[in-house]
């Protein structure tokens, strides 16, 4: 959801009368910290009393950027995408009047192309991204090379080697063919040591929580090195951006009431503009571990969401609710709303109208809302009180079963038995690819290389990428080509 949307806060922009400059004073780190909080209304009194204490400082226009790009990345709404289109654009053409010389010029150039391919990627304009693309990578290439010590240019030049790193090896061929160099190690080892110039310099120090958010989050997606904010020294707490990361990690860990704690804590108030995003996440943690509160959390994001993504997600989730509450004229209500409202570009949309289709198997269900708050227990006694036979009448919801219990016994640490399972969902007739089978050769993989059976784990993430097509594939090949580029 989420993962670029932090680079905005480097957009450096210059306009006005005499030479332009750019200083990072005091009260522009202030404010700085405070878009990284998301407190915009905090940095734009800031800005507003600085611009007219020195109008040709720059740096005013950065962190007006800045926040133009962060909220459309927070809340994902095209239509406000849109209608900023000409406000990002004027950006652009005043980060091209800095000076040649200024190894800022070249950095907020290519982060703001980033942004804008990012953004575009998300609303299906492939070409348009593409392009935006290939710019930023040209920007920040030109500017590594010509800047070896201007540590801040590594961190987007670490994501987009990252992210090439994890390209499907057609797309890859193409990118190498375009002049596109880059691996998910080398990216890895960029952010790492950026942060670290960042961290020790006190020239910069005010970019660690965008560096360290960006660092921890490429680090979840991509590589089998994650790194937590927490772990990185930043304060967490007062952060909801960092707080996103923080929770998305420790939830895939297992650890849901630690990630549940950090989301109920998160800053929230008219001083911050709302990530409506972590209502949806907290919602589905709390169907595990509370069930009674989770409603509320989905009901508030369902009003305050500006877009619509996630919201036929989150008619599935309270479809669940209400079944496992024995409530099925209420959880029938739900699944029609799920094909009247919102829209299916997310991967969790698009899975939630392939469940309702298909029907929600409570047995399935119910063991993989405990499976998704670390209850691995309680979700694989759920799973014996029913036969394959008695709840599973198709394919699909075998398949679903025997990968379950893969992930659960995987989760256990016994992962013996989890190549057993796994290797029963890969086997199922009459199947067409889907989650089940792509997760299941990949974590089939990742247990391999865990027991140092390197020649296997490289076949099945080999076979991980054959599966294509079902919602988060895309998840899948990046994180099986980023693993095979490690060994």
């Known amino acids: 959801m989420v993962p670029f949307f932090v680079m905005c806060l480097s957009l450096f922009s210059l306009n006005g009368l005499g030479q332009a400059t750019a200083s990072f004073t005091p009260a522009y780190k202030l404010a700085h910290q405070n878009i990284t909080q998301l407190r915009f209304g905090d940095a734009q009194a800031i800005i507003k009393r600085e611009k007219k204490r020195d109008p040709n400082n720059r740096v005013a226009a950065y962190l007006q950027a800045a926040m133009v790009c962060a909220e459309l990345f927070v809340n994902e709404d095209q239509t406000h995408y849109e209608n900023n289109q000409d406000k990002i654009d004027s950006y652009i053409s005043q980060i091209e009047d800095l000076p040649e010389a200024s190894p800022f010029r070249n950095l907020f150039l290519g982060e703001l192309y980033v942004a804008q391919a990012t953004l575009n990627g998300k609303f299906k304009n492939n070409i348009k991204a593409a392009w935006q693309f290939y710019k930023a990578y040209d920007y920040l290439t030109d ?75 490429v680090s979840f997606l991509l590589s089998s090195n994650v790194v937590t904010p927490e772990a990185l020294g930043l304060d967490v707490a007062k952060s909801s951006v960092l707080i996103y990361a923080q929770a998305q ?49 989905f009901e508030r994001y369902l009003q305050n969401n500006t877009s619509q993504v996630y919201v036929k997600s989150t008619y599935r989730y309270l479809s669940w609710y209400y079944l496992l509450d024995g409530k099925k004229r209420k959880s029938d209500e739900m699944i029609e709303n799920i094909f009247l409202k919102g829209e299916n570009n997310t991967g ?103 027991s140092g059976d390197v020649k296997g784990a490289k076949g099945y993430y080999k076979k991980a990428l054959k599966y294509s097509g079902f919602p988060f594939y895309e998840g899948i090949h990046q994180k099986a080509k980023a693993a095979l580029s490690e060994i």
């Open 143 to 217: 500017n590594y090379e010509r800047f070896p010590d201007f540590a801040p240019t590594a961190i987007p030049l670490g994501v987009l080697y990252a992210a090439i790193g994890s390209l499907p090896d057609d797309y890859r061929s193409m990118a190498s063919l375009l002049g596109f160099e880059g691996s998910v190690p080398e990216g890895m080892k960029m952010l790492e040591t950026s942060f670290e110039r960042l961290s020790a310099d006190p020239s910069l120090t005010f970019y660690r929580p965008y560096a360290g958010f960006v660092y921890s989050y």
């Open 249 to 297: 990690i420790e939830l895939d860990r297992g650890n849901a009431k630690k990630a549940l704690e950090w989301l109920d804590n998160r800053p929230e108030g008219e001083a911050y503009i709302n990530f409506n995003y972590l209502d949806y996440l907290q919602g589905k943690i709390l169907l595990g571990l509370d069930p009674d509160r989770c409603v509320s959390y």
């Open 348 to 450: 969790a949309d698009r899975q939630a109208i392939i469940e309702a289709r298909h029907g929600f198997n409570s047995t399935l269900v119910k063991a993989r809302v405990l499976f998704d708050v670390g209850k691995y227990t309680e979700a694989e006694e759920e799973l014996l009180r029913h036969s394959v036979g008695h709840c599973c009448s198709s394919p699909i919801d075998e398949a679903e079963y025997y990968y379950r219990m893969g992930r659960i016994k995987q989760q256990q640490g016994r992962g013996h038995q989890a190549l057993i399972w796994y290797e029963k969902a890969m086997t199922v007739k009459g199947l067409d690819a889907n989650y089940s089978l792509g997760n299941s050769a990949l974590q089939t993989a990742e247990i391999l290389r865990g």
